[in-house]
């Protein structure tokens, strides 16, 4: 399958639909001028032949609201971690919650006894790790950020899990690749790309949906998107940060940097 090197994303100032080159030195809306993050386009899903189904995980990708960034200092992506499996995590606390009537039962009964008293403490250990997961994944934006030196994660406005700071000259590549492939009934083996390959691949071209992973020199993996239905989006933002990789490893760009520091 081949893809276009051009994205349409969305001005939030003005709301109109801007096509940029994937390696697009920066955003700037012809139209009003915005130099900020533009949205993501999340195109509904269309209903095609009567034995085609549905794309996938278009809620997903809405109700996530991705935006990416790029200035002369940095290049940032940024969305909401809530979906819909969050609904089912809310509605395990609050029955994780309702088993509080029972503990408080048993301590009417004997208040005293210390399997009860541990029980309990334990129980609520639980439900506020459950509850603060629950808030975090509903309210949080993930920022991912690229700068002169770093790559790193964080969540806003809560701590959460996965966040970490590294060097770019830790990471070795960028590459994508497609999950629960469509065209074969048994997958061929997969061929990763090797060190200081810049690849720009989807390693399954018809898959339910496609994640973005970056590769350490090491050969740790850390999966930075998934759950995306259009490839092209993937392919763009591998695009992008590819790019920026390269252009920050340069030796022009590393004796800059370590001028300025």
Not at 61 to 87: M, P
Not at 238 to 255: F, V, Y
């Amino acid at each position: 399958m081949d893809f276009q090197h051009t994205l349409t994303l969305i001005c939030p100032a003005c709301s109109t639909n801007q096509t940029f080159q994937a390696n697009s030195s920066r955003f700037i809306c012809p139209a009003c001028g915005w130099k900020g993050a533009f949205r993501l386009p999340v195109i509904p899903p269309k209903k095609g032949k009567a034995n085609e189904k549905i794309a996938k995980r278009s809620f997903n990708e809405r109700i996530r609201d991705i935006t990416i960034q790029k200035t002369g200092q940095g290049f940032v992506i940024s969305w909401h971690t809530f979906t819909w499996r969050n609904l089912l995590l809310i509605l395990g606390v609050v029955g994780w919650g309702g088993l509080f009537y029972f503990l408080y039962y048993m301590m009417e009964k004997n208040p005293t006894d210390p399997n009860i008293l541990f029980i309990l403490v334990l129980y609520m250990l639980i439900w506020a790790g459950l509850g603060y997961t629950a808030l975090a994944m509903t309210i949080n934006r993930v920022v991912l950020m690229f700068d002169q030196k770093n790559m790193s994660r964080h969540h806003d406005p809560l701590p959460f899990l996965g966040e970490f700071e590294m060097p770019l000259e830790f990471i070795s590549l960028f590459y994508a690749e497609g999950l629960n492939d469509k065209t074969n009934a048994k997958p061929s083996p997969i061929k990763k790309p090797g060190k200081g390959e810049h690849t720009e691949m989807l390693l399954h071209t018809r898959a339910d949906s496609y994640r973005l992973v970056a590769v350490l020199l090491s050969r740790r993996e850390i999966q930075l998107f998934s759950h995306f239905s259009r490839p092209e989006i993937i392919y763009f933002l591998q695009e992008q940060i590819s790019g920026w990789l390269d252009e920050t490893n340069s030796p022009a760009q590393r004796q800059g940097v370590q001028r300025a520091g």
